[in-house]
């Protein structure tokens, strides 16, 4: 009977809906009652009846003024259980209505927001007669904007004024659940597309929960329905009584907030939690990893059970109704209506309360911080009053007097933390140099109070590393990536299409990777190797996703090209700080100005300076006929320049070389042009005079005496440079190789980058690490120095003659 109600609205009058609406419930309440579909499946039909009797409604309405054709440039929105497919037995229907001015078939001269008023004003009447308990539906427009003072309609282009700079935290929070559900859905749809940046966040932005905590709050203090609730002694009693399934405490809507909060977080970077549904989002967030299956079960099971609890309830009293019976009596007749034993029922219903507002609280509430260190005095004169601010809550960053008191306890935390580094006033100008730095402090600090344990992942970098505080100071939402289980995804990147945005969500991917795995070489999670492989797999995601965005940009979908990495990418070995050594090949019959207009849109994509700094550094150096030759090269001009004219430090830097990225056949060719370059037979001897020329070349220009008690890895005479060099040599001659020297040279560099230890003495190393360097360090760095030195003196020296061999390729 509901199916046949639905398919009947295809050819409904608006005369029709009362009775059409009293035959579906009829039929939906059989259904629900037997159990006979899934609760969802309830849910979804409840919505498209719904949806389908607003388009008779409105299309009534629109002929009735004697407007052309369908609704064309206008949309309504359901929010609420409606915009998420999830309606029940006597929902109200919660709407919206915007226009687009220049598609709406109504002159402006004729005062569009007024024709448009008139409309919703009778499609309201259609579904909701003055007066008439026979009404198909109870419309409620107060979640408009500004509803005390506006009419029924507003343009987009208000609406999204209003959203964008005038908008309060619930007006987000009601917009969660927005689906278009009558007029013209291809331009409410992409009205919803243009409000994304407003609803969903890049940055974790964790003032949600205080502002749904502080909503919940006002609904639990002042909502009439809840005044029983407010005089009980205890919020849940072991028998539900009088329970308000919707609005009191472990109810639905404790269940919503617990969705929405993590939704609103969280949906900026994982689309699967885009969804208006509370069930699906559930689903979604246990996917993310941002619940426990187990959790998200429990609470999809919760919110079914008082949905079909509530259903039965206003089939019971067919009307509006939430508050459950405060008799056995009236829960006898409940029970007897839903086949369900009474003290099961009643006892479920108290677990599942239990259980939902226990979640709730954990959420909304934050955890207690551990007192302020006792020994104020290990702070200077000049770090006190910092301190002091701290712990009345960051009055000095700008917070509101209102927000402080809660955040007292993260003051707290972190003069804890700092009072136990090794130098405690260094700390605290580092930290307070940062916090005053950032645009929107109170957001960042309500993130920290609402998660301590992010302090570890912000403190130690900004106290030990450079290179990771200028990452912080470029991109301070890395430590959201401490929150979410999932690693850095380039998805995030090509999930909008704007080339404008994609270039800053490179930054963004790049500089949250990088961070991630910086932190976790600090922290003991990944030896020297992991973070190697982690640095290099972070770069050919980042050249990958480069390529299409390139691609994409100019419109050439199947460009065929291959990126050759040289240098530490093409060791798999990047480096804190390291440039891309890249060579961008292309097949012979590409167009030539569009593989030159595609090297240089990369370049562009990879290093344009925006608001997160740059991807990363490009040196295009390496192509043939360096900075003079053409920045796109085909295949076949490589292999031949690379067989018949190329120089042995050519040959010298070509070791390392792979394929990053690129169309598999055309990377496979370039591979097979780099094997037959590097296995062909050569002239030894002159290879080996030519490496000698060059390494003197290198070493007057770049390399320099360093003690052995002091930091200099990669420039000093024997260091990682050298070895690097002569190794890619033995490579080439067949002699012994320099991997063991090389290794442990990188090793060191590793940690003398992220340190920020280049030039520094040994004894510099903080004692939070010092534990993880070798205990004799000045003569492993003088065995490593000597080792290299020796493979390199047993190459036979030879006499150089006139002939100048460039050597800015490999410097």
Partial sequence: MADDAIAALNAASAEDLPDLKARFALGWAYLALRKARPYAALGQLQSAFADRAINVALQSAWTHEKLPGTPEGVFILGLGKLGGHDLNFSSDIDLITYFDPDHLPVSKAKGQAYVLDRVMKRMTRILMPPNDPDFVYRVDWRLRPEASVSGLTMSTQRAADFYFFRALPWHRLALLKARVVGGDRDTGNQFLAELSPFLWRQNLDFRTIDELAALKSRINLEHPRLKREREQREPILDQPFGFNVKLGTGGIREIEFITNAQQL??????????????????????????????????????????????????MMRNGHEHVLPDTDAAWAKLTELMGEDQHSLMDRTTSHRRQVHHRFTAMFEIEDASDTPSESTIFSEASQPIIDDWTSGFRRQGVRATQRGRLEPLGAALTRRVSQAENPDLAVQRIDGFLNKLSRSEQYLSLLATNPALLDALIDPLLYSPHMSVLLEQSPHIIDTFLDPSPPSARFVLAETDYETRLERLRRFVNEGLFQTYHGFLNGQLDWRGLANGLTSMAERAIETALTIARDDLGEPDLPIAVLGLGKLGQRLMLPQSDLDLVFLFEDGVDRDLATKAVRRLRTIITTPLREGIAYELDMRLRPSGRSGP????????????????????????????VVAGTPELSEQVEAVLSDTLTRPRDQEQLISDAHYMWGKIADERIRDVPPDRFDTKLRRGGLMMADFWDAVAVLTGEERLIDAREAWTELIYWERLLGLTGAPIESVPERYAARFPDALPELQSALQSRV??????????AFGETMVPIRWLT
Wanted: no cysteine; net charge negative.
């Fill in 265 to 314: 977080i969280w949906g900026g970077k994982h689309y699967s939690l885009r969804t208006t549904n509370t069930l699906d989002a559930l689903d979604a967030l246990a996917s993310e990893g941002h619940l426990e299956r187990a959790e998200a079960e429990a609470l999809m099971q919760s919110y079914r059970d008082h949905r079909q609890l509530e259903n039965a309830l206003q």
């Fill in 631 to 658: 920045p796109a090269v085909t295949v076949s001009a490589f292999e031949r320049h690379h067989l018949e004219t190329a120089r042995s430090w050519e040959h010298i830097a070509l070791v390392p070389a792979r």
């Fill in 789 to 798: 030195i020796s493979a390199v003196a047993d190459y036979p020296t030879p």
